[in-house]
């Protein structure tokens, strides 16, 4: 059972580049999100999804898109990339109710240069 | 005011000595707590959950809850090294969304 699997691990990008994150669960979850860490001041949402085809912005969405086809899939799409975010990106899913709590991917460092 | 306050200083301890952590929310809705664990490049996974004021003990570590006074700690008895982590509180509200604490980086010092 792998969980949820990242892709890729570590990526460099030229600004002004789009690239695609990669999310995938095994678990059947309904919800997904995407997260991004930056040193010292934790995590915040970007999107999150509570189904295949519905999605919702977080807190910091400006600059990425998301989509949700399958349940299993929530890819993350930057376009124009900005030095602004550089950071680690985390995806992360639950089932519906609170009791669970979230299971996090090992996360993708990138960098924007 | 932020929904969770943690002071996200690094706390230091010799190998051995109990950890302390603590976090603050604001908003009484809440009703869910929860500990995650952060190794060096790799995601939070879930350390602790709760949903009710008092204490949880699970091995050497206990959660505490104080809903009267919005206050949540973890504490970690006899540290070891493997417990140098970060270390992230979590709370919510039934609705799915959870806020997310700064965190604090704990290094247990053999």
């Known amino acids: 059972n792998a969980g949820v699997t990242q892709t890729p691990k570590f990526r460099i990008l030229k600004i002004g580049q789009s690239m695609t994150l990669q999310c995938t669960q095994d678990m059947n979850h309904n919800y997904m999100y995407w997260y991004r860490q930056d040193p010292g001041m934790g995590l915040k949402l970007i999107y999150y999804s509570v189904g295949a085809g519905i999605t919702d912005k977080g807190e910091v969405p400006n600059g990425y898109n998301v989509s949700r086809s399958t349940t299993e899939d929530f890819p993350l799409r930057l376009e124009l990339a900005a030095p602004s975010q550089t950071s680690v990106y985390f995806c992360?899913?639950?089932?519906?109710?609170?009791?669970?709590?979230?299971?996090f991917g090992s996360g993708t460092r990138l960098t924007v240069v | 005011q932020k929904e969770v306050e943690q002071d996200p200083g690094p706390l230091s301890v010799p190998e051995g000595a109990i950890v302390s952590l603590n976090c603050t929310y604001s908003n009484s809705a809440f009703q869910y707590f929860m500990w995650y664990r952060q190794y060096s490049r790799k995601g939070p996974e879930l350390l602790m959950y709760?949903?009710?004021?008092g204490n949880k003990e699970d091995g050497r570590f206990t959660a505490q809850v104080d809903k009267s006074s919005k206050y949540i700690s973890l504490f970690i008895r006899d540290s070891q090294p493997s417990d140098s982590a970060t270390y992230l509180c979590?709370?919510?509200?039934?609705?799915?969304?959870?806020?997310f604490g700064k965190g604090n980086q704990v290094v247990v010092i053999p």
């Open positions: 979590a709370i919510g509200s039934g609705n799915n969304r959870l806020a």
């Open positions: 709760t949903y009710s004021s």
């Open positions: 992360a899913s639950s089932y519906p109710g609170q009791n669970y709590g979230y299971t």
